[in-house]
């Protein structure tokens, strides 16, 4: 199984990216997808999920901001992140548990930079 994060870069305050998790070997619409991030110095944490019968949970610092949604032709899980701010600089990590094997999967990273 490998996920693989990709989207990120550097956006200036208020801009808005979205992040791609591609994956093979796991199937996202029989899964829970969910997006982390982390700071420097900081842990991990969650930030956005979205369960196999598309029901959603948000960190607070992402309500209104930040949707996490799916494509299950592509197989694909996305993260759009509006009104960007600096405190969003993190590497963003998309995160797979399989309702099939019942184990988590975790891909890289995608590092996403907001200046001020």
């Known amino acids: 199984v490998q996920l693989q994060a990709y989207g990120g870069g550097l956006v200036q305050a208020g801009g808005f990216l979205r992040l791609s998790c591609a994956a093979s070997g796991i199937i996202f619409s029989r899964s829970r997808s969910e997006w982390y991030r982390q700071a420097p110095g900081e842990q991990r944490e969650l930030v956005a999920a979205?369960?196999?019968?598309?029901?959603?949970h948000y960190a607070e610092f992402a309500k209104g901001r930040f949707t996490i949604s799916r494509d299950n032709a592509k197989n694909m899980v996305y993260l759009a992140m509006n009104n960007l701010k600096p405190e969003d600089t993190a590497i963003y990590y998309c995160?797979?548990?399989?309702?099939?094997?019942?184990?988590?999967?975790w891909g890289q990273g995608t590092q996403v930079t907001v200046s001020s």
């Open positions: 995160n797979a548990y399989s309702l099939v094997t019942y184990i988590n999967y």
């Open positions: 979205l369960t196999n019968d598309d029901n959603t």
